[in-house]
């Protein structure tokens, strides 16, 4: 019993921390005042660069931070579409989500002699050394340092908004942009730092699923995750506390289809992987009018404009 225990917490926090990351980048766009429904297509960007360039320089934590450049460039994109150009937030993230992908799979093919997936890479290190861990109830406990940097992650952020300046002032752009410039807060600024912060955590989430648990790119190394991870942001009513013990029942939902795909439920196999996605659905349908979005998430700001 405790070890089946052990196992559903070991696969709740692996599976969460993708979702993690992409939910706080969720949470500090739209907490400046830009909807990022591009989550998903940097998470596989993310995705890709984090095995790039792990391949290439064989250290995975130089794949970690190109898996973060990468997101932050292409939500760069999101950015000067969403800030400068004041574009339809939610058509510039679909747009993305459409691109993304297929740059993905496009740099792939041409790393790796047109192959839709990579080799094996060098993967980052456990959290705990497994064979510390062998003959204790604890021995299924098998974390990487992922599920770590998440927590921290979400830490930080929740001091960042909520006990400094800079935050106060993320949260006065997303709130009311048009009072923030009167007491001298560039809006634009504000937004676009937010907005790529918000991919480079989102490429963090991307290397978080192929540098930690599968260990190569895919196509389907991300699929929905940025998705689910938007689910989260709102039904943690956008605060980083929130979006993070959102992603953990989403987490719990995967790890409970994994372990019924034992065979030791005799549940077909398709209910089972559409686990995550109903429970998105139905958090979505029970709490999406319930929370209470930042006043000007979504709306394009123009300058001078009351």
Same mark, same amino acid.
């Given at each position: 019993?405790?070890?089946?225990?052990?196992?559903?917490?070991?696969?709740?926090?692996?599976?969460?921390?993708?979702?993690?990351?992409?939910?706080?980048?969720?949470?500090?766009?739209?907490?400046?005042?830009?909807?990022? #429904?591009?989550?998903?297509?940097?998470?596989? $960007?993310?995705?890709?660069?984090? @095995?790039?360039?792990?391949? $290439?320089?064989?250290?995975?934590?130089?794949?970690?931070? *190109?898996?973060?450049?990468? !997101?932050?460039?292409?939500?760069?994109?999101?950015? %000067?579409?969403? @800030?400068?150009?004041?574009?339809?937030?939610?058509?510039?993230?679909?747009? #993305?989500?459409?691109?993304?992908?297929?740059?993905?799979?496009?740099?792939?093919?041409?790393? %790796?002699?047109?192959?839709?997936?990579?080799?094996? =890479?060098?993967?980052?290190?456990?959290?705990?050394?497994?064979? =510390?861990?062998?003959?204790?109830?604890?021995?299924?406990?098998?974390?990487? @340092? /992922? =599920?770590?940097?998440?927590?921290?992650?979400? $830490?930080?952020?929740?001091?960042?908004?909520?006990? /400094?300046?800079?935050?106060?002032?993320?949260?006065?752009?997303?709130?009311?942009?048009? +009072?923030?410039?009167?007491? !001298?807060?560039?809006?634009?600024? /504000?937004?676009?730092?937010?907005? #790529?912060?918000?991919?480079?955590?989102?490429?963090?989430?991307?290397?978080?699923?192929?540098?930690?648990?599968?260990?190569?790119? /895919?196509?389907?190394?991300? *699929?929905?995750?940025? %998705?689910?991870?938007?689910?989260?942001?709102?039904?943690?009513?956008?605060?980083?506390?929130?979006?993070?013990?959102? *992603?953990?029942?989403?987490?719990?939902?995967?790890?409970?289809?994994?372990?019924?795909?034992?065979?030791?439920?005799?549940?077909?196999?398709?209910?089972?992987?559409?686990?995550?996605? +109903?429970?998105?659905?139905?958090?979505?349908?029970?709490?999406?009018?319930?929370? =209470?979005?930042?006043?000007?998430?979504? @709306?394009?700001?123009?300058?001078?404009?009351?």
């Amino acid at each position: 019993m405790l070890d089946n225990i052990v196992l559903a917490l070991s696969i709740t926090l692996m599976y969460s921390t993708p979702l993690v990351f992409g939910a706080l980048g969720g949470v500090i766009s739209e907490r400046s005042g830009v909807t990022n #429904i591009g989550i998903d297509g940097m998470m596989n $960007v993310g995705a890709f660069a984090g @095995v790039a360039g792990s391949y $290439v320089s064989g250290n995975p934590w130089v794949g970690l931070l *190109c898996a973060g450049i990468a !997101g932050g460039l292409v939500a760069l994109l999101h950015a %000067f579409a969403s @800030v400068t150009f004041a574009a339809d937030q939610t058509i510039s993230g679909v747009a #993305i989500n459409l691109l993304a992908p297929g740059i993905a799979l496009f740099a792939c093919r041409r790393m %790796f002699d047109g192959a839709a997936m990579s080799p094996i =890479v060098t993967t980052l290190p456990k959290l705990i050394d497994p064979s =510390v861990l062998q003959g204790t109830p604890l021995e299924n406990m098998n974390l990487d @340092v /992922t =599920v770590l940097l998440g927590l921290i992650a979400a $830490v930080v952020m929740w001091f960042m908004l909520y006990r /400094t300046k800079w935050g106060l002032r993320i949260r006065s752009v997303g709130e009311h942009p048009e +009072a923030a410039e009167t007491l !001298g807060i560039s809006v634009y600024r /504000t937004r676009y730092a937010c907005v #790529i912060l918000s991919g480079v955590l989102a490429g963090f989430g991307g290397a978080s699923m192929t540098l930690a648990i599968i260990s190569q790119y /895919t196509q389907t190394a991300i *699929c929905g995750q940025g %998705f689910i991870a938007l689910a989260a942001v709102i039904f943690g009513k956008w605060t980083p506390h929130g979006a993070y013990l959102a *992603c953990l029942l989403f987490g719990f939902t995967q790890a409970l289809s994994i372990m019924l795909g034992g065979g030791a439920v005799p549940v077909p196999s398709q209910i089972l992987a559409m686990l995550p996605y +109903a429970m998105t659905i139905i958090v979505l349908i029970l709490f999406v009018g319930r929370s =209470v979005a930042p006043k000007a998430d979504g @709306v394009p700001y123009v300058k001078g404009s009351r």
